[in-house]
């Protein structure tokens, strides 16, 4: 039996733009009791061509989550699976739609035996909150990212860099081979929580900002105050979408008994 009960949301806003191309959904299993998916894409590729990227990459984890076994799977092939199955059908769509759709992927599955595997394809991140702490965050697949670890640039550089929205690794890319980055941790317990988000959101936050918001807060109470200081944030820019999906482990509730004593038959 599980020590903890799961909380989870998810929210979007449109920001400052015409449309929203970001996707976030949650999704149980319905073969593997037990285990469930939150899954997030942020779309790119002009007026409707994010959209159609997004929704490939949420259509194809739905259909892949619903037949998915741990007797005949394991989490961390069907997470590559979607990813790869998402790319290929986005460069497909690009022939019928006349766009170049493209989209970030993150997606996280908690299992039943206290497990979280993860996925990650661009620049929309999963964090990993201890209580109130970042444990571990998903590392941007982007060119500033990439000039950080060959150290030409200062990670307190990078923020406002004018290149900051290049990526190097995006579903959907032509010219380089498609790579997935697999994460995984052990031992889930109570005050564990989880954060997936479009750059839309992050960008305007500290890691230790984000995760005192997630602590104190039920998923709904705080994505609505994230997104609330993120549009107070962005006055002045061009917002990005922004979209995100929380989930926290929290204390069971204690099991009420019932002792309400029954009428009792005359023994013959």
Same mark, same amino acid.
């Given at each position: ?23 976030? #959904?949650?999704?149980?299993? +319905?073969?593997? +009791? ?5 899954? &997030? ?12 990227? #997004? @929704? ?7 259909? *892949? ?26 460069? &497909? ?18 299992? +039943?035996?206290?497990?979280?595997? /993860? ?33 030409? =640039? #200062? ?9 900051? *929205? ?11 081979? =498609?790579?997935?980055?697999?994460? %995984?941790?052990?031992?889930? %317990? ?11 959101? /992050? ?15 039920? +998923? ?11 549009? @107070? ?27 309400? #004593? ?7």
């Amino acid at each position: 039996m599980s020590l903890y009960k799961i909380e989870a949301g998810t929210a979007q806003h449109i920001g400052d733009r015409e449309e929203q191309q970001d996707r976030v #959904a949650l999704i149980v299993a +319905p073969k593997s +009791p037990g285990y469930v998916m939150a899954v &997030l894409a942020d779309g790119m590729g002009g007026r409707s061509g994010g959209s159609i990227a #997004a @929704e490939q990459v949420i259509r194809t984890a739905k259909q *892949n989550f619903e037949t998915f076994s741990p007797l005949t799977d394991t989490v961390e092939a069907i997470l590559e699976m979607i990813a790869r199955e998402s790319h290929t059908l986005i460069k &497909l769509s690009q022939i019928a739609s006349k766009k170049e759709p493209h989209s970030t992927y993150v997606a996280l599955v908690l299992t +039943p035996e206290g497990s979280a595997v /993860w996925a990650h394809v661009g620049d929309s991140r999963m964090y990993r909150f201890a209580g109130p702490n970042c444990a571990e965050r998903t590392t941007d697949h982007s060119y500033v990212e990439q000039l950080i670890n060959e150290g030409k =640039l #200062a990670r307190e550089e990078s923020k406002n860099h004018r290149l900051s *929205n290049i990526l190097v690794n995006v579903l959907g890319i032509d010219g380089s081979e =498609l790579f997935v980055t697999i994460g %995984r941790y052990d031992n889930l %317990r109570v005050g564990d929580s989880f954060l997936l988000c479009s750059d839309g959101l /992050w960008n305007y936050f500290e890691d230790q900002e984000l995760g005192a918001a997630i602590a104190m807060n039920a +998923p709904r109470q705080a994505s609505e105050l994230l997104i609330k200081k993120a549009r @107070e944030r962005a006055v002045g820019t061009a917002a990005d979408n922004c979209s995100m999906a929380i989930i926290k482990l929290v204390t069971q509730p204690e099991e009420v008994k019932d002792y309400t #004593a029954q009428k009792m038959r005359r023994a013959v």
